[in-house]
């Protein structure tokens, strides 16, 4: 796999001559302008979604150089907790696989979420009792283990990434034997496993089971759930691995790329990168990059009247990010998530 020094610049092509001269975006301080990466380079993985394989296929086809795995997300429930897997997965994996098989490189490996596909329609989305449920016993365990392995095999994965969230504190004994069992169950059949935390995971009281990759949820500071700001900054970061010290084993840290596009009449939507930049062509001022994260952010208003503030990271962004990364001394990040990333930032996760 090709590795190559983490090289930071702050000019932002994508917007083209609007930042001519990288205008306000340019003072960034100068620790931001040129940063080392660390002597060991990074490992890159990523997240590629079924309700957008055909833009992420786009992007991974352009980075084969550089990523160690993609992760093809989601296997999901249904309404009595079997797994559920997409019309728009199952088109999309093929040439998810195909990709991946042409670099020789890159291992495919299966998300498994706990969100349910209903059959009016409707979602529930990291649904706790799902969880509580899948785990109450040593025989419902070892029924959703055979549904994985299962699904292991019909689709031809190289292994396995459980993303559940919002776990009830009760479930957290239950949840650790089953990363145990499993372990052990795909060990057998030399396939590998990944464990996804959120940030507000207790992990400092968790005892959890060497063995699994551990991957750490560096983002979604400012989301839907906030008001503006950036999905992450460098304090957050930080406290987030070295509260990782904790985790036994090999460890991940996860980035987001994109951002969020907030209203004055509150509603707030997820941008991609590629659409972030193309609202700034209509920004009532020259984006500005915020020093704490290195993120972009800016203010528009819509064809309503209505005003809006963007923020997103760019390549730059995730640059200064990754050497947040490697100063604290790990060697593994995780990108959410492949479609609408720039050429620059394709070129990154292909470095």
Known sequence: MKKQAIVLTVCLPALGAFLSGCGNVGTAPDSMKTVEAAEHPLE????????????GTENFQGMTNGLASVQMFAAYFDESDNLL?????????????EIARKSSLVHVDLTIVNDQKRQDGSDLQKEPTIVTRLM??????????????????????????????????????????????????????????????????PIESLSLPKGPVYVM?????????????????????MELAARMKTVPGE?????????????????????????????????????RRDNASGSIHFQYVDEKKQKHTVW???????????????SEGYHNLALWRLGG????????MNE
């Open 44 to 55: 890159k993985t990523a997240w590629l979604v079924d309700w957008q394989w055909k833009a």
């Open 85 to 97: 897997f997409t019309d728009e997965f199952k088109k999309g994996l093929p040439k998810v696989q």
């Open 136 to 201: 109450a016993t040593l025989e419902s365990r070892a029924r959703h283990i055979n549904q994985i392995m299962e699904a292991l095999s019909t689709y031809h994965f190289h292994g396995v990434e459980i993303d559940y969230e919002r776990i009830d504190e009760k479930d957290w004994d239950n949840m650790m034997a089953f990363i145990n069992e499993l372990y052990t169950r795909l060990q057998e059949q030399e396939k590998t496993l990944r464990i996804v935390l959120e940030p507000r995971t």
């Open 217 to 237: 949820m560096a983002y979604n500071l400012y989301g839907t759930q906030s008001g503006p700001g950036p999905k992450a900054d460098r304090s957050f970061i």
């Open 251 to 287: 460890k991940v840290i996860a980035l987001a790329a994109g951002g969020f596009d907030w209203s004055e009449s509150g509603e707030v939507k997820a941008v991609t990168e590629e659409q972030a930049a193309g609202l700034a062509k209509s920004s009532v001022e020259v984006p």
């Open 312 to 326: 997103y990271a760019d390549e730059t962004t995730l640059k200064t990010w990754a050497n947040v990364i490697s």
């Open 341 to 348: 990333l720039s050429r620059e930032s394709v070129r990154f």
